[in-house]
């Protein structure tokens, strides 16, 4: 159904990173069938400069994210959801979190809802749902709500000075960082290492992308590449998004900028253990490439070698 000028649609996806990148198709595909319509990102701060930068909302909410006991933070979710006048929603989080916003619009009346929610408009009806990768289960749950046509990400809006960090003309991205609280995501330093100085030797710039956090990681691979360039901590991800463009290659784990890197449209390696799926969540696009062992330490440098085009 389209809407007209008057009404009002909401879109929620809170995060993180990768799955933020990969809604960019469903927010799309949302924009051009409410083309009239006035539609809102619900979010959280971290993404907020990222969808007001693309154009694709005519307004940015942030989400708080009240914890449990937080009632005044709930009231005034639930507040701001009930008199935003929406007719109808699209829950692109589907998590239990976002599923309980429809239950703010307690007693009624309820704006049509396309997501997971008990008793919502228009659920995403496929019990194998949680077995889909997020790009086809977002354009089922689309096309379940009218929605037929969902683009793959588009990021061509994302654009920075990528020449102020004096990178020469051939370069590699790097990224060996990830999740703290999960180890088991992330290659060893050492071989991230071993691979900067292959690059190295054949003339591509190592080039460490990460986080100020991660600065511990980042001295592991420059312990064994002297060459590699850090600029961890210092970009944003417009930057990202810019260097991606301009690089020969990127290998990292599998953690957010990866997405970013590989929606961009650079040649990706990215790598998996078994504590994660790429079924169901790796970067997609014709230049990714998947490298999956039980345990990462069980990948050897030769591997990732192996699958580089340079």
Known sequence: MALTAKDRVLVIKLGALGDFVQAFGPFAAIRRHHADAHVTLLTTAPFADLARASRLFDDVWIDARPKAIEMAGWLAL??????????????????????????????????????????????HANPWRDFMHTVERQAEQLKMAGIDRVPSPDLAWMQADAARFGLPSRFALLVPGGALHRPAKRWPAARFGALAAWLADRGVQPVLLGLASEADVVAAVRAACPNALSVAGATSLFDIAALARRAALAVGNDTGPMHLIAA????????????????LCAPRGDRVTVLRRERLDALAVEDVRDVLSL
């Open 264 to 279: 961009a449209g650079c040649p990706s390696v990215v790598l998996f253990s078994n504590d994660s799926d790429p079924a």
């Open 78 to 123: 639930r507040r701001r959801l009930r008199d935003g006048g929406f007719k109808r929603i699209y829950d692109l989080q589907t998590s239990d979190r976002s599923s309980f916003y429809f239950r703010l619009f307690w007693p009624g009346p309820y704006p049509e809802w396309s997501g997971i929610a008990k008793g919502c408009s228009h659920p």
